[in-house]
C-alpha cells in the first residue's frame, strides 16, 4: 500500500504551518513571475509546485498560480517533443496547441491538478517514451470537474 501523499498525523501541523509560512514570500514570488516579460523559475516558486505535487493543494488563488503551472507544462511538454505523428495522427505542434488550450480554459483548479504536479516535476514512474508522458498530461487535461482553491491573496 502506497503512502505517498498522505502525511502523518504528527507531522501534518509541522506541514500545515510551513504551507503557511512559505505563503507569504510565495506569493510574492508568483506576483514577480506574473509581471516579469522574462519568465525565471526560483526556488519559492519550485516548492509551490512540490507542495502542490505532494498534497493537492496550495493557500493561494488559481489565477495567481495558474501562470507558473502553465509555464512549468509547456517545459515539460517541450521536453517531450516527438517527430512524425501520435497514435491520433497529430503532430507534436498540434497535440501541444491542443494540451495548452485545455489547459486554458479551466477558470478553476482542474480536479487532476496534483497529478498533473506529478507529471510535470517527475514524481510519477518515470515514462519510457515521450508519447507516453504526454498521453499522462493529456488524461489529466480532459477532466471537466475543478476544485476551488482559497479566495485569499
Same mark, same amino acid.
Given at each position: *500500500? ?9 507531522k501534518?501541523?509541522?506541514? @500545515? ?7 507569504g ?21 519550485? *516548492?509551490?509546485i512540490?507542495?502542490i505535487?505532494k498534497?493537492? /493543494? ?11 503551472? /502553465? ?10 517533443q ?7 495522427? *497529430?503532430?507534436?505542434?498540434? &497535440?501541444?496547441? /491542443?494540451?495548452? #488550450? @485545455?489547459?486554458?480554459?479551466? @477558470? ?7 497529478r ?23 488524461? #489529466?487535461?480532459?477532466?471537466t470537474?475543478?476544485?476551488? &482553491?482559497?479566495?485569499? *491573496?
Amino acid at each position: *500500500q502506497s503512502t505517498w501523499g498522505k502525511i502523518p498525523k504528527t507531522k501534518k501541523k509541522k506541514q @500545515q504551518s510551513f504551507l503557511l509560512n512559505m505563503s507569504g514570500d510565495s506569493l510574492e514570488e508568483i506576483q514577480k513571475f506574473n509581471n516579469s516579460s522574462s519568465k525565471e523559475e526560483t526556488p519559492a516558486l519550485s *516548492q509551490l509546485i512540490e507542495s502542490i505535487a505532494k498534497n493537492g /493543494r496550495t493557500s493561494h488563488k488559481w489565477s495567481d498560480v495558474k501562470p507558473f503551472i /502553465r509555464f512549468k507544462l509547456e517545459e515539460t511538454i517541450n521536453k517531450a517533443q516527438f517527430s512524425g505523428t501520435n497514435t491520433k495522427n *497529430q503532430t507534436f505542434e498540434q &497535440l501541444k496547441l /491542443r494540451l495548452l #488550450s @485545455q489547459f486554458d480554459a479551466f @477558470q478553476e483548479a482542474p480536479f487532476t491538478l496534483q497529478r498533473l504536479c506529478e507529471i510535470i516535476l517527475g514524481l510519477s514512474a518515470p515514462y519510457s517514451n515521450p508519447h507516453k508522458t504526454l498521453y499522462a498530461l493529456e488524461k #489529466s487535461l480532459t477532466v471537466t470537474s475543478t476544485i476551488s &482553491l482559497p479566495n485569499k *491573496q
